[in-house]
């Protein structure tokens, strides 16, 4: 990695650094508690990770948290894993979440979105109303502080209700997206035990209704501790037999009442991919997302009430959690329920478009997608609102940042986000004071001691090394659902560096303090010693237009040798012929390393992803290694186990 200095693609101008949040707070935290006053970003960073608990001090008090009883400390305990953040205080994710809903009664705190891309607008009155009604019919129904709340929901308002319902009673939320089929779902829900369920009928897609009643009444007959389903008729049906009625319990005009819980009391329940196995049931805190969400959307993102967000998601990704977290800072949050490439390609513009979005998320993907279809956003679509373009679920090449500079707008700050489900935020992405520099994250996040270590724990600069977070983080789990020993948790996260998380990604930390995510350490290339992530590949080879998508793996054999090779995914009407094989390889062998060009290059139906779009390399690694596809991976993680059969009887026949 070249430690020179290269110019740029965006500098935000002098009135944007002044008027953005993060240089008020460090104004204020200045004056207040200590943070320097000079030297930016940069010094603000290192302030924040060096006085871990004067800034979260200073978090809650910029943002005004209320806590219900005040805390006695900020950390009580800071050793990882079991960080204790601020004992004794009582609070509500909820309650913060529509505070909004006393000065902007009348504006809109949600903007649904269809595959017709009109939006329909939620008032902060007539949100906080249904939080308050269901709140109180969820109490009626015995729902207590603790108990599991699930959601089979696409990305709707009711959703969003059902989660700060929830919230306000001090239950645990968790969600999954209605294309997951049964086997999926009760791998996750079965693993909590919920008590109440809300199911839709089905959902629309691609301009095509899908009935979801048959897996509904399945995961009725499958989830023996439900006390109550509620219905709600996406698809008009009527409600199942001994299903409660969502107008009817959504129709009362009363105010919420909401449960001031610990701190550390758990407030929804994630879940990794599972792709080895069942997927990890990660339980996050009302308080620790509260903070953590406040810093990220206030401070990074620059949110505030002025603002329109929106980020393509569904509710089976943490992103659906982060962006519903955008009314902590009284933004008005998109809810986009449908593909993200119907009627065509620019769907996701026009969307931005007729929603006024300001900020605007969406997968690398995405924008790689739009680059290959030869989409034009700023021609064809009024962007004028958009000052910022985030995008997250995998690294954004640098194509993509030349793209969505030249065909999105010149003074557009463009966010590649980096993080995960683990914690739910983001370690690094968004700083709207720095510059941003193509195929870059901008900076480390506010609070959080992002360093890259090589195999011996020490970090490194300007070098690939291994993403670990040397101090706790609010939004870290709690712990894992059904993991009495806490064992699953360390295995996960502190087993290589004792007391350290280990996130298990290659990144760069530059001399710029930027960030380079390399992609997965577990599926590295590792040529003759010499670590490539496959990120870095899939950049490469798929600017070439006959390449649809691509999958690369490296594999070690019995013998001590290393086979590695590329699976390619064609666009419609190309042939991997003598000279596309040339090419890719050429390509590799220019733009990244002759080491890293592949054994062989193979032409595949399909490239197999995870239920939230991630690219499936450990489980093909393995299946490759001669696993079988059961023990390979947990086939209800994957969007098509059709295609694994491929790399199953390639492993055959290689034998």
Same mark, same amino acid.
């Given at each position: 990695m070249s430690t020179a200095n290269p110019s740029p693609l965006w500098q935000p101008a002098p009135e944007r650094i002044a008027q953005a949040q993060i240089t008020k707070f460090q104004a204020w935290a200045a004056e207040h508690h200590g943070a320097p006053s000079h030297g930016g970003y940069a010094a603000l960073h290192r302030w924040s990770v060096d006085e871990l608990d004067t800034f979260w001090k200073a978090v809650t008090e910029w943002f005004d948290v209320g806590f219900s009883t005040p805390y006695t400390r900020v950390l009580g305990d800071r050793s990882m894993p079991g960080a204790e953040w601020f004992p004794g205080a009582t609070l509500n994710y909820a309650e913060h979440a529509l505070r909004a809903a006393g000065t902007r009664a009348d504006e809109p705190a949600l903007l649904y979105v269809d595959e017709t891309h009109e939006p329909t607008p939620v008032s902060w009155s007539e949100l906080r109303r249904q939080v308050g009604s269901l709140a109180a019919e969820l109490r009626a129904l015995g729902v207590a502080p603790g108990d599991r709340v699930s959601g089979y929901l696409p990305n709707v308002p009711q959703a969003v209700v059902a989660l700060l319902a929830t919230a306000a009673v001090g239950a645990v939320w968790t969600s999954c997206a209605p294309d997951f089929g049964a086997r999926s779902v009760l791998d996750r829900f079965q693993q909590v035990e919920p008590v109440v369920l809300f199911t839709v009928d089905g959902y629309r897609y691609g301009g095509k209704e899908h009935d979801r009643r048959d897996v509904v009444a399945e995961l009725r007959g499958e989830l023996p501790t439900l006390r109550a389903v509620v219905h709600i008729p996406l698809l008009g049906t009527e409600a199942p037999e001994g299903a409660l009625d969502w107008a009817t319990l959504t129709s009362a005009d009363v105010e919420p009442v909401f449960e001031p819980v610990p701190f550390d009391h758990p407030l929804w329940v994630l879940y990794s991919s599972g792709t080895t196995g069942l997927p990890k049931a990660i339980v996050q805190s009302q308080g620790g997302i509260l903070v953590e969400h406040l810093k990220q959307l206030g401070l990074h993102c620059d949110l505030s009430t002025e603002d329109r967000f929106f980020w393509y998601t569904s509710t089976g990704w943490m992103m659906w959690n982060f962006l519903v977290s955008g009314l902590l800072t009284g933004t008005t949050i998109v809810l986009y329920d449908g593909s993200p490439g119907y009627p065509d390609t620019g769907a996701q513009w026009r969307i931005a478009e007729r929603t006024g979005a300001t900020l605007f998320g969406t997968s690398a993907a995405y924008v790689m997608a739009c680059r290959k279809a030869e989409v034009h956003p700023a021609r064809d679509f009024d962007l004028t609102r958009v000052r910022c373009v985030a995008t997250t679920g995998s690294p954004l090449p640098p194509d993509g940042f030349r793209w969505l500079h030249d065909e999105v707008g010149e003074d557009l700050w463009i966010a590649s986000?980096?993080?995960?489900?683990?914690?739910?935020?983001?370690?690094?992405?968004?700083?709207?004071?720095?510059? /941003?520099?193509?195929? +870059?994250?901008?900076?480390? !996040?506010?609070?959080?001691? *992002?360093?890259?270590?090589? &195999?011996? $724990?020490?970090?490194?600069?300007?070098?690939?090394?291994?993403?670990?977070?040397?101090?706790?983080?609010?939004?870290?789990?709690?712990?894992?659902?059904?993991?009495?020993?806490?064992?699953?948790?360390?295995?996960?996260?502190?087993?290589?560096?004792?007391?350290?998380?280990?996130?298990?990604?290659?990144?760069?930390?530059?001399?710029?303090?930027?960030?380079?995510?390399?992609?997965?350490?577990?599926?590295?290339?590792?040529?003759?010693?010499?670590?490539?992530?496959?990120?870095?590949?899939?950049?490469?080879?798929?600017?070439?237009?006959?390449?649809?998508?691509?999958? /690369?793996?490296?594999? +070690?054999?019995?013998?001590? !040798?290393?086979?590695?090779? *590329?699976?390619?995914?064609? &666009?419609? $009407?190309?042939?991997?012929?003598?000279?596309?094989?040339?090419?890719?390889?050429?390509?590799?062998?220019?733009?990244?390393?002759?080491?890293?060009?592949?054994?062989?290059?193979?032409?595949?139906?399909?490239?197999?992803?995870?239920?939230?779009?991630?690219?499936?390399?450990?489980p093909v690694k393995r299946l490759l290694q001669g696993a079988p596809l059961g023990k390979a991976v947990n086939v209800g993680s994957v969007d098509n186990v059709e295609l694994l059969r491929f790399y199953e009887d390639l492993a055959r026949k290689r034998g």
């Open positions: 986000v980096s993080g995960g489900t683990d914690v739910c935020s983001c370690f690094a992405g968004a700083v709207p004071t720095l510059p /941003v520099y193509i195929g +870059e994250l901008q900076a480390a !996040g506010l609070g959080t001691d *992002l360093q890259s270590w090589d &195999a011996g $724990g020490e970090p490194v600069i300007d070098e690939v090394g291994e993403l670990v977070v040397t101090n706790p983080m609010p939004s870290m789990p709690i712990r894992f659902w059904n993991d009495p020993d806490g064992s699953r948790y360390h295995d996960s996260y502190f087993d290589t560096y004792p007391g350290v998380w280990r996130h298990g990604d290659w990144i760069t930390v530059t001399s710029r303090n930027s960030v380079v995510i390399h992609g997965r350490s577990d599926s590295t290339l590792n040529r003759q010693g010499v670590r490539m992530g496959s990120a870095d590949i899939y950049e490469a080879v798929e600017r070439l237009p006959e390449i649809k998508e691509s999958l /690369v793996i490296g594999v +070690e054999q019995p013998d001590g !040798g290393y086979w590695m090779p *590329l699976f390619v995914h064609l &666009a419609p $009407g190309a042939a991997l012929d003598e000279a596309l094989l040339n090419r890719i390889k050429q390509t590799i062998r220019e733009q990244l390393s002759p080491r890293h060009v592949p054994d062989e290059v193979i032409e595949v139906p399909g490239v197999p992803h995870t239920l939230t779009g991630k690219r499936i390399e450990v």
